[in-house]
């Protein structure tokens, strides 16, 4: 497949691109459960980035600038906590990322050969990918615009199907800026169901059931990302010309939410649920497609599969179902690549979550499959290599087809 490749060059990136030069990762891995709960505090602190979040049994990676990296260290320290400097140069890791890229645009241009899913694709080759589909298999291929983001962006969402009347199955990426790896593994299942049709069960699992794929929920933090901070995490809203801009999507859906942090905090979760017009787009077309019996979004990094809650510790309704298809779509991906995952309730195997779009999906829109996958991590942790990136899309497509195979009909008939 030919692709029209826009930006093809590094060059076209903002020449005040965010170098992390100096920036380290912290990780320790002795936290307790008490620990973990003093943590909160630290989390809100806008010179502390939480790569992953305080867990028993579980590394805890934060990153800090060299200004402020004997400030963490202390308040680490008097937690009783064993900080160890885990990557000690983060700007080696972005620009090792950049020329990877570079490289593998070259040798695609050189052999004539459209882009491929083992690298990352920024916005514009994303989309460009996806008209080329539409127009190679229109039978199959649909493409809708759900909103615009708040920068005016389309939040375009892919429709595979082959006939009416069928169960669905959504997937979304990016609601987080700097999750790049999430696209590819989403790229690499419309590819399966398309160009790979003939391949094991593709043929049924297309005929069973409709598929969406939003591949970048939040595209104005995805460009960003792109163009001028790797690490950036939520999306581009002004905040009322605040000094701090962005909110956390993954915390601004209307289930269990409360106001957090300042507007510099990484996880602001905004002035009110679902203020953010990119979770009003897809709260709104959730809602109102019927057909759309399982919810999956794509984060990263940790290794997980996670169901409802993250706001408790009650037990969603039907959690047996949910663990019992996590347990084996994780089994499926683990038999592939041998990548360990961990399943369990978002409260119970990772962290207190407020506002985040899988509960809503479950509770408020009545979706009974409801996951967030959290995909393996690399390199720095958000940059894993073209290696990891082939690696992950095999084993999460074992996954996804798992889940889609476990359809139920209709929606749940009453939410919480």
């Not at 990153?63 to 000690?88: I, T």
């Not at 969402?157 to 082959?162: A, E, G, T």
């Not at 800026?177 to 696209?183: K, L, S, Y």
């Not at 993954?250 to 300042?262: C, E, H, L, T, V």
Request: glycine residues 8%; charged residues 20%.
């Amino acid at each position: 497949m030919k692709v029209l490749l826009l930006c093809a060059s590094l060059l076209c990136l903002a020449a005040a691109y965010k170098s992390y030069d100096g920036y380290r990762v912290y990780r320790t891995i002795d936290l307790d459960a008490s620990m973990a709960g003093k943590l909160g505090s630290l989390m809100h602190r806008p010179q502390f980035d939480f790569w992953t979040m305080p867990r028993v049994g579980r590394p805890l990676d934060i990153m800090v600038s060299a200004e402020h990296a004997s400030e963490l260290e202390s308040a680490l320290e008097k937690l009783g906590l064993s900080p160890k400097v885990h990557l000690e140069n983060v700007g080696q890791y972005v620009q090792r990322e950049r020329m990877e890229i570079e490289a593998l645009r070259k040798k695609e241009k050189a052999l004539g050969r459209a882009p491929s899913f083992d690298r990352y694709l920024n916005f514009d080759e994303i989309l460009a990918y996806i008209a080329e589909i539409e127009t190679l298999y229109p039978d199959i291929v649909s493409v809708q615009d759900i909103g615009t983001s708040i920068e005016g962006r389309p939040l375009r969402v892919v429709k595979l199907s082959n006939g009416p009347g069928k169960k669905a199955i959504w997937f979304d990426s990016v609601l987080h800026a700097r999750e790049w790896i999430g696209p590819p593994t989403a790229l690499f299942a419309i590819n399966e169901l398309t160009e790979n049709l003939a391949n094991g069960n593709n043929q049924a699992l297309l005929d069973d059931n409709d598929w969406y794929f939003l591949l970048v929920a939040n595209p104005d933090g995805f460009v960003h990302a792109w163009e001028n901070d790797r690490f950036w995490r939520k999306n581009r809203n002004q905040n009322g010309g605040d000094l701090c801009q962005g909110v956390d999507l993954n915390r601004n859906f209307d289930y269990s939410w409360i106001a957090q942090g300042s507007t510099c905090s990484e996880t602001y979760s905004g002035s009110a649920p679902n203020s953010e017009v990119e979770v009003q787009a897809i709260s709104n077309f959730l809602s109102s497609t019927q057909g759309i019996t399982a919810y999956v979004a794509i984060h990263s990094y940790g290794q997980y599969l996670l169901y409802p809650y993250g706001d408790t510790t009650v037990e969603a309704p039907t959690v047996d179902e949910l663990a019992r298809v996590a347990n084996e779509a994780t089994a499926a991906l683990t038999e592939i690549g041998g990548t360990p995952y961990v399943v369990g309730s978002t409260y119970d195997a990772l962290y207190e979550a407020l506002g985040i779009s899988v509960d809503w999906a479950y509770d408020k829109a009545g979706i009974p499959l409801a996951y967030t996958i959290e995909l393996r991590g690399g390199g720095s942790g958000f940059d894993p290599p073209a290696s990891l990136i082939v690696e992950s899309n095999a084993e999460t497509w074992e996954a996804y087809k798992v889940i889609a195979a476990n359809l139920p009909t209709a929606r749940r008939t009453k939410a919480n």
